[in-house]
């Protein structure tokens, strides 16, 4: 089965400046997808960038990039320019093909002014 | 373009008591997923429905029940509560299609809060 780690329970970042959010997972397959989600105090769970195993570049969005690396299992977000927006939990997302998503526990990011 | 809603926003049930929650997805999708996310986690997968019919289900009791309707819309069902059945139920919808070949993205739901007393 595959597991999702996120060890930073909370983080936090000052306004304009670069934050770098952790996930490491596991599994056995070597075809699958990454997503980063963002769940505001609203609940309503937002996608924030999505990455496919199969392709070596990194994949970006506006100021919020990942560092994938599919031989270490790691995952890791960056938010660049941080924004008093960008406060929320972010839960890393394995999707196996054909299966169903499987989250990690969050980090809750906090912006500070 | 409407999207992934449902009903109701909050809900109180009793021990013992049965809850049905409600879920319209995105228009143009045809797969409606559900999970639980209790207070401090992650969401966990309950099941998931196309066609009318539940395609996978995670580790859950069979307390748990769903059903999808023509429309594609989707009703959970739990059966007998217990408190540890109170949550954030979050409904997700997605394409097949897109599924079968790996493209899939799920989008979200507000999602119900279920309290149990």
């Known amino acids: 089965a595959q597991t999702v780690t996120q060890s930073q329970p909370e983080m936090s970042v000052q306004e304009a400046e670069t934050v770098t959010l952790s996930c490491t997972y596991d599994?056995?397959?070597?075809?699958?997808?990454l997503f980063w989600y963002k769940q505001p105090p609203s609940r309503q769970m937002i996608l924030v960038i999505r990455?496919?195993?199969?392709?070596?570049q990194n994949a970006t969005e506006n100021r919020f990039s990942v560092n994938f690396q599919k031989a270490a299992k790691s995952f890791s977000l960056k938010i660049s320019d941080s924004q008093l927006g960008d406060a929320a939990m972010y839960f890393c997302?394995?999707?196996?093909?054909?299966?169903?998503?499987?989250f990690g526990p969050g980090t809750r990011l906090s912006v500070l002014p | 373009d409407a999207g992934v809603t449902q009903s109701p926003t909050h809900l109180i049930k009793t021990r013992g008591q049965q809850v049905t929650l409600r879920c319209s997805p995105k228009?143009?999708?045809?797969?409606v997923s559900w999970y639980q996310q209790a207070l401090g986690q992650g969401p966990q997968f309950i099941f998931q429905?196309?066609?009318?019919?539940?395609?996978q289900r995670g580790n859950f009791p069979d307390r748990f029940s769903g059903h999808q309707f023509p429309n594609y819309s989707s009703e959970l069902n739990v059966n007998a509560l217990l408190l540890g059945d109170s949550a954030l139920y979050l409904c997700?919808?997605?394409?097949?299609?897109?599924?079968?070949?790996?493209?899939?993205?799920?989008?979200f739901g507000p999602g119900t809060r279920l309290t149990v007393l």
């Open positions: 228009s143009g999708h045809d797969t």
């Open positions: 599994t056995s397959e070597s075809d699958y997808y």
């Open positions: 429905y196309y066609e009318e019919e539940e395609r």
């Open positions: 990455q496919e195993a199969y392709k070596q």
């Open positions: 997700a919808s997605s394409l097949a299609r897109l599924a079968a070949d790996g493209t899939d993205t799920q989008y």
């Open positions: 997302a394995f999707l196996n093909y054909g299966q169903n998503f499987v």
